[in-house]
């Protein structure tokens, strides 16, 4: 009863120490965090399921990315969080892989809980992981393959392989050189060492079919142009962008002006008129033929009397620019935003071959094209023919983005399918024979963990995953090092042929934070709830 006396015994309650908690607590946050790998583990893959996620307003979003699934998942459990963490970290970092993140983090935890079980302590588990993962990291770069930026047809295969697994996995064959082309249009080969996924913009609009999607070497606005009578089409433009209301001023908040007398009223709309024609004028007069008007909250932008003057005086305007749109049109068309009319000066404007009102479907956008210095932008109009499929397409379009990123930061690709997987688990294990002790059963655990990407293609495919994955061990351990699980034709075969490859720094980069979370969810022994 020692451990069970009252507060008063200190001195007997030093001498009992609870062991029992910390193994609970640690089994608690494997299984809640191995719920989540297996929540998202069916989505794996190119025979991989879609997931349907209800938000609580009854929005409806279908997808298998697995940084999506999980971000929209409500997850209570802290350790599961984590595993969420992990998920959002692998899209910052490659943007792709982020099922199989969280689907090898949830194998190694399941590789902890046995060596736990086996009375191994959870920090030697931890260092032999944090040793294992490297030498893993190590592994996979000894296997890639570098690749040159020129070589298109390597890009293009990278960024279909990342596609394959997705929704649009059909349309793969024209959303990979739309993703090719965007990223090398806004970066110099030569010098470029990562990419601003933001100097691409994405425009969606419904109507049409994914085959209508299209790269745009310039810049969209899905909003159509403003004023009756105004054109539509301007060649040779002179674009101004405005941040201030070409309307008439209002008083501050709390004050009202009483108009009493007719006379005064038409005195004060007289000089409303007079007022926007200054400004009208003021805009004509330094040659602006396009005018960009950012969205104002306090009162109209534009007045039905300013669209009539910029009308009559045939400028093209488009109205309600977004705030966070502002920095992308201005390195795109070259010009600076403009917060008052003593600035509208003609260097404060930029130029382009045409703007154009374009149709399409049934509304209407605005193209601007043929830029003063091109390239530095560039804009993809997405096309769907309803909401689920159109924000899928771009979440997609997105990663293979995110492909093409990863192959500018690190120039190298391995083999996919499940290939670079089975490989670092059979080096990693001829390297645990020359270790001793608990780390080698750590390393060994490591090495089958591993082997859970395989098996899950596999098991997704509708193969026999056991008999698969020993039919790749037995390739690989022959040397086909590039032997891949090809889920189309059911079989083992070289993966290179079937032009599956995928970047470096997605498996890389996978297998690092993976491991890293692991040994996070191994280090903690306590959950202390706090007061707020």
Known sequence: MKGKAGPSSNSSRSLYKDKEKPTQIRYSNITAAKAVADAIRTSLGPRGMDKMIQSSNGDVTITNDGATILKQMQVLHPAAKMLVELSKAQDVEAGDGTTSVCVIAGSLLDACHNLLAKGIHPTSISEAFQKASDKAIKILQGI?????????????????TSLNSKVVSQYSSLLSPIAVDAVMKVIDPATATNVDLRDIKMVKKLGGTVDDTELIDGLVFSQKTTGAGG?????????????????????DM????????????DRVLREERQYILDIVKKVKKAGCNVLLIQKSILRDAVSDLALHFLAKMKILVVKDIEREDIEFVCKSVGCKPIASIDHFLPENMGSAELVEEVQTGSSKIVKITGMAIPGKCVTVLMRGSNKLVLEEADRSLHDALCVIRCLVKERSIIAGGGAPEIELSLQLMEYANTLLGTEQYCFRAFAEALEIIPFTLAENAGLNPIATVTELRNRHAEGEKTAGINVRKGAITNILEENVLQPLLVSTSAIHLASETVRSIMKIDDIVMCIR
């Open 144 to 160: 890639a393959t570098p690749v040159k930026l020129s070589d298109r047809e390597s890009l293009l295969k990278s960024a279909s």
């Open 231 to 251: 054109p539509n089409r301007v060649e040779k433009a002179k674009i101004g962008l405005i941040q201030f209301c070409i309307s008439p001023p209002k008083t």
């Open 254 to 265: 709390d004050n009202s002006v009483i108009v009493s007398d007719y006379t005064q009223m």
